[in-house]
């Protein structure tokens, strides 16, 4: 049975930092593409980032680029996102996920996280 367990998620300042986590209990777990989602309240889930199996190839919504970074310890079976510079509208439930190929869609992945949840003051 997959189980993705995210952690790291806290209320912070803005201009804060937070890093999360993704620990993943599943098979093969290297051979899965990985992704960031995010629900602001009151708002659809939207992508965050992403990161192929090998971790050589990421890719970041305009919202975050420059901001946050993406990776993963395949020998932890975990999955990070380092969130820097970090602003209120940055407020909401992350969640990451494991799909069998690179996607911004969150249809194309098959597990999910039961999330965490980032609250940036003003």
């Known amino acids: 049975q997959v189980q993705l367990v995210e952690s790291g998620g806290e209320t912070v300042q803005a201009g804060g930092s937070l890093r999360l986590s993704c620990v993943a209990s599943?098979?093969?777990?290297?051979?899965?593409?990985f992704g960031w989602f995010r629900q602001p309240p009151g708002k659809e889930r939207e992508f965050v980032a992403h990161?192929?199996?090998?971790?050589?190839?990421?890719y970041y919504s305009d919202s975050v680029k420059g901001r946050f970074t993406i990776s993963r310890d395949n020998a932890k079976n975990t999955v990070y996102l380092q969130m820097n510079s970090l602003k209120p509208e940055d407020t909401a439930v992350y969640y990451c996920?494991?799909?069998?190929?690179?996607?911004?869609?969150?249809?194309?992945?098959?597990?999910w996280g039961q999330g965490t949840q980032v609250t940036v003051s003003s």
């Open positions: 990161i192929t199996w090998q971790g050589d190839n990421t």
């Open positions: 599943m098979q093969l777990f290297s051979t899965y593409a």
């Open positions: 996920a494991a799909a069998p190929f690179l996607a911004t869609k969150a249809s194309t992945y098959t597990y």
